[in-house]
Every structure is written in structure tokens, then in C-alpha cells.
């Protein structure tokens, strides 16, 4: 089994920054692909970024120009940075790790201020 605890949210107005991280254990955090989501109110959980096994990085339309996501296998971490963010980034944030098996973190809020 394989546990994963993101951090970093919280509260931030239009035009700012966090940084996420999601902390993994457990299992070898290098083979896996490891990637964030998003869960706005009231819809379905979307991908936003993913960071394969051999440092591929992939940023989803929506995210690209804003957001960063890299990982430390050293540390056993991925992140996610975040900037000029929007109220429309107001979500859950999930971190989720697959290839092999598939984990999900519990999730961290954040909420965009206008």
C-alpha cells in the first residue's frame, strides 16, 4: 500500500502563488507515475499535470503557462506550483500515484479569492 499526503493549500487572492506537495510512502516512489488533479464544486475530478517515471512532465491546457509540476525521487515528493492564480482554480487538489497500482492522496483545499 502505498500513502500519500499533500500539503500546501489554503487561501490566496487572485494573482498569487502556493506550492503543493504531495509526500509518498510506502512504496518505491521512482517507478511510479505520479500526477495532480482537481476537483472544482459540484464536478468531476480532473487532471492537471502528470510527472512520469523517466521525467517526463505534462501540463494540461488550462494549467500551462501557470502551473509547474515536478518531483524529487530523493525525497519522495511531487509538486505542483502554482501561479497568477484565478478564482477559478478554487478546487480540491489531489495527488495520485499509478503505474503500478493506483493510490490517491486525501486531498488539500484551495480557495482563490477575487
Known amino acids: 500500500q502505498m500513502r500519500l499526503v499533500e500539503s500546501g493549500g489554503g487561501l490566496v487572492q487572485a494573482g498569487g502563488s502556493l506550492l503543493l506537495s504531495c509526500v509518498a510512502s510506502?512504496?518505491?516512489?521512482?517507478?511510479?507515475?505520479m500526477a495532480w488533479y482537481r476537483q472544482l464544486p459540484g464536478q468531476e475530478r480532473e487532471l492537471v499535470a502528470t510527472?512520469?517515471?523517466?521525467?517526463?512532465?505534462t501540463i494540461y491546457e488550462f494549467a500551462k503557462g501557470r502551473f509547474t509540476i515536478s518531483r524529487d525521487n530523493a525525497k519522495n515528493t511531487v509538486y505542483l506550483q502554482m501561479n497568477n492564480l484565478k478564482p477559478e482554480d478554487t478546487a480540491v487538489y489531489y495527488c495520485r500515484a499509478k503505474l503500478p497500482g493506483d493510490y490517491w492522496g486525501q486531498g488539500t483545499q484551495i480557495t482563490v479569492s477575487s
Open positions: 510527472a512520469t517515471s523517466d521525467g517526463g512532465y
Open positions: 510506502g512504496r518505491p516512489f521512482s517507478i511510479h507515475v
